[in-house]
């Protein structure tokens, strides 16, 4: 007991200086951290306000934490805050915003009514939102993956399927007949979405838009993005249901074009292969540069 309590002397001629015992933290670490902690506030918020049968404030937090969550990431970049801290906090905030929330909403709004169908469907989706970020958080420190690869995600991103599997509540907001969107249909829907999420079909991330822009076009691009926050915020049910079904009409594209660059990088492995130069030394076209995550 004696090595925990070392006797403090005050008359000692060569005092230790005071040690600290934090070590200070940059600002530009934790910014990124509290927009993310803003991310998952905003998740928690839905699932009261679907508790509280207020759908359209519960919607609309889950939309604030989709946008929320594509900020901390460039945030991170933009001020070389990236940290492993702060990938662990953005998937456990991924996974209640993007799995728990969407799924107790859709079981609010009407999956309730077909009992443990309704809540089996919205089990499925969160735990298929887990297993996604697991296999998103595995694959980054993958090394063997072609560097167009960077510019795709396997399966669709848990902000986007959060997004898309609330499309049948955005129907009925709009003021369509609940026949369009009935509880059973939206529970198939909502395992459909699950399956996306953890399936291997390619969806382009979009992560280098915006990366380069022309001074000619910031302008033009700040009228469009004022326009699109205006018609948002006064249609809201009807901007997010017509970009969820383009986003999902768009998916087969993006496995086509991932086909075309994987084709293209195994002929050009196997030219170099022919030639006698190593994989390694193998050119990937400009478009391929992996990006770091936060």
């Known amino acids: 007991m004696s090595n925990f309590f070392v006797p403090f002397e ?23 951290n509290l927009v993310t902690l803003l991310a ?52 456990l905030s991924d996974f209640v915003c993007f799995g728990v929330a969407p799924g107790l909403v859709l079981y609010m709004w009407g999956l309730e009514t077909l009992g443990s169908v309704g809540w089996i469907a919205a089990l499925a989706f969160a735990i298929c939102a887990a297993l996604r970020l697991a296999r998103f958080n595995v694959m980054l420190e993958d090394p063997n993956r072609p560097a167009f690869a960077a510019d795709f995600f396997t399966g669709v991103p848990a902000p986007l399927g959060a997004i898309c599997v609330l499309l049948p509540v955005y129907v009925e907001l709009i003021g369509l007949p609940r026949l369009v969107a009935s509880p059973a249909v939206a529970a198939f829907y909502t395992l459909a979405i699950a399956l996306l999420m953890v399936s291997k079909l390619p969806a382009y991330s979009g992560k280098k838009l915006g990366s380069r822009i022309p001074r000619d076009a910031v302008l033009p691009l700040f009228v469009c993005i004022v326009l699109f926050v205006a018609v948002l915020v006064t249609w809201p049910w009807t901007v997010l249901s017509v970009l969820s079904v ?49």
């Open 10 to 32: 005050p008359d000692s001629d060569s005092p230790e200086p005071p040690r600290r015992r934090f070590q200070a933290v940059p600002a530009r670490i934790l910014i990124p």
């Open 40 to 91: 998952l506030c905003a998740g928690l918020t839905g699932i009261r306000m679907a508790i509280e049968g207020r759908m359209e404030l519960a919607l609309g937090a889950i939309v604030l934490a989709a946008v929320l969550d594509g900020m901390d990431g460039r945030l991170a970049r933009m001020l070389k805050g990236t940290s492993r801290f702060g990938a662990e906090l953005d998937s």
């Open 246 to 294: 383009a986003y999902l009409a768009a998916l087969p594209f993006s496995a086509l074009r991932f086909a075309r660059l994987s084709r293209e990088h195994e002929a050009r492995l196997k030219a170099a292969k022919a030639a006698g130069f190593p994989p390694a030394h193998v050119g990937e076209p400009a478009e391929g540069r992996p990006d770091q995550l936060n």
